[in-house]
């Protein structure tokens, strides 16, 4: 039995990224699935911290997973 929800490779309509893990829904439609980076990236727009900011902040939580 494989758990293929978790596996699946999807791409990312964002960034073009492929990834694995559990999809983030995008702010914009309510409705479309977006890496979790670019989730991450959204919600840091909402809170108006700009793109350099935001690369920073990714950065960060990469190293700590
Ligand atoms: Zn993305």
Known sequence: MKNE???EEKICPFCG???TARPAVSRKDGETLICPDCGIREALTGLGIDWEEQEKILETIHKSI
């Open 5 to 7: 929800n978790f596996t």
């Open 17 to 19: 990224q492929i990834y």
